[in-house]
Each structure stands twice: as structure tokens, then as C-alpha cells.
């Protein structure tokens, strides 16, 4: 009997379409697939009497990638930014970076110093990296770069946490707390320590005597706790400013004074 074919395609098994009849072999569409689609497709063998028998239990998928993209920048979890860990063995967390591109493997390479280090790095395909033992009464950076097997990667924010394994004797603030930055007058760096009560977004704005708005240095969840930022106004004219946080429904003020 004279046979002809039907293809169907389609990105869902409920949406598939015919896209091509006829006695060929093989089809090629005269446009373009979606860029990384995955669209399932089948085959019907169609005799002249319209008896069917087709394929469609063993439908096959087949992905579109004609460019490799990057993968999107993995979200830091934890330590979060400006936070006291009472462990010298931290735990690294961030969010899956899902590849774009169809069937792309993605690994993590996690990256942390203190000033004045070499840069210490970890390959690893989890989310997770239990942490070596990190020295005490430091500062410590840290970043995360999402990298796919064409050597394409995005990476996170830099954040800075602290170790502090005595901060483990201290119980939890029982309030929220703005402190008075230290040294005060300063040249050009100095520390501001805040105490979250509960977990909230919390927002430190830098302005100068005009109200004018000159530096955001908080703009984060926090989880109760005690947190310190380091303020370098080596860009800054001397002068007194105004810092502020919001937590909440808290809100307070103070002054710091830049002399040159």
C-alpha cells in the first residue's frame, strides 16, 4: 500500500501540531524552532485507506541551542552580608543557577579571603560547601561564580562576614540597636555596629547635612543578630554627616564627623 507520513511537533504533549505530511523521510522546518525549546515530536504512518499507526507512546524530544548564554548569578544565602558566625566552620550556601540552554551542566566555584590573602577556591556541583576551619576575629569575603561546560559563568555579589566564636556566650539582642560609629571623627574609615531584633529588611542610608542621599550601605534581610559595616569615605568631602536605619517600624539617626 502507498504510505504517507504525518510529524507532529509541539513544546507540550497537549499542544502538539502537524507540522508535515507527505511520502519523505525526513523534514526540516522552514523556520526557526524556538532557541532553547525542547519540543517533543512523533510520527504517524498513514496508508491509503487512512489506517494509522504512529509513534507517539515513543515520542522523542529534541532541544534547540544554537548559542550558549551564560548562566544567571547564584543568590548568596549564607553567611549574609555583614554577619557574626560563632563558627570557625561556616557553612556556604546559594541558590540553584538554572542554565538557560537545554541539557547544560552547571558547577559552582566558591571563592573567600580575608585582606591580605590569597583567594581560597572550591569547585563543587551542590549549592553547599561546608566550610575548613576559618581563622578567628576576622573579616572574610566571599563570592560564588555559576560556570556551564562552555566556561560561560555569572558570579554573585561580594559579601563580608565576621568570625567571632566568643559572640556564642552573647545572647540575642533584645532590641534593635543603631550604635555611635567608631572612631568618631574619623579618616577615612570607620565601623557602625546594629543590633536586629527580629527578622526584618533593614536599610542604612549615609547623607550629608543637605539631606542629600550619598551612599546606601544596608539594603538586606537580616535574622536577629549582631552586625557591623565598615564605611570608607575616601571619595567623601570632609564634613558632618547623617547615617540612618530602618528596620521595621524602627527608625533612628546619628551623626558622624569625616575630617581630612
Known amino acids: 500500500d502507498a504510505v504517507h507520513y504525518e510529524l507532529y511537533l509541539g513544546l507540550h504533549p497537549d499542544s502538539m501540531e502537524c507540522r508535515y505530511t507527505g511520502t519523505e523521510l525526513s523534514w526540516q522546518p522552514a523556520e526557526d524552532l524556538l532557541e532553547n525549546g525542547r519540543y517533543r515530536w512523533y510520527v504517524k504512518a498513514v496508508d491509503k485507506y ?3 499507526t504512529h ?10 541551542n544554537t548559542v550558549n548564554e551564560a548562566p544567571p548569578a547564584p543568590v548568596q544565602l549564607a553567611p549574609l552580608q555583614n554577619s557574626y558566625q560563632t563558627t ?3 557553612r556556604f550556601e546559594w541558590t540553584e543557577s538554572v542554565d538557560p540552554d ?13 585582606e591580605g590573602s590569597m583567594e581560597f577556591v572550591i569547585t563543587t556541583t551542590e549549592t553547599f560547601y561546608d566550610g575548613r576551619r576559618l581563622m578567628d576575629q576576622r573579616e572574610f569575603f566571599w563570592t560564588v561564580a555559576a560556570i556551564d561546560k562552555g566556561g560561560l ?3 554573585s555579589d561580594t559579601m563580608v562576614f565576621y568570625i567571632d566564636t566568643q559572640l556564642d556566650l552573647v545572647e540575642l539582642p533584645t532590641e534593635f540597636m543603631l550604635s555611635a560609629n567608631y572612631p568618631n571623627p574619623f579618616n577615612p574609615v570607620t565601623s557602625i555596629d546594629y543590633a536586629i531584633l527580629q527578622s ?3 536599610e542604612i542610608n549615609l547623607y550629608d547635612m543637605s539631606g542629600k542621599a550619598v551612599r546606601k550601605l544596608v539594603n538586606a534581610l537580616h535574622s536577629p543578630g549582631f552586625y557591623r559595616i565598615r564605611l570608607d569615605a575616601s571619595d567623601l568631602p570632609s564634613g558632618v554627616y547623617i547615617y540612618s536605619m530602618k528596620a521595621g517600624s524602627f527608625y533612628q539617626t546619628r551623626k558622624m564627623l569625616l575630617l581630612k
Open 153 to 155: 559563568s555569572a558570579y
Open 200 to 202: 526584618e529588611k533593614v
Open 102 to 114: 537545554p541539557g547544560d551542566e552547571i558547577t559552582y566555584k566558591v571563592y573567600y579571603w580575608y
Open 55 to 64: 509513534s507517539r507512546e515513543a515520542s522523542r524530544t529534541v532541544a534547540i
Open 50 to 52: 487512512g489506517a494509522k
Open 88 to 90: 570557625r566552620y561556616p
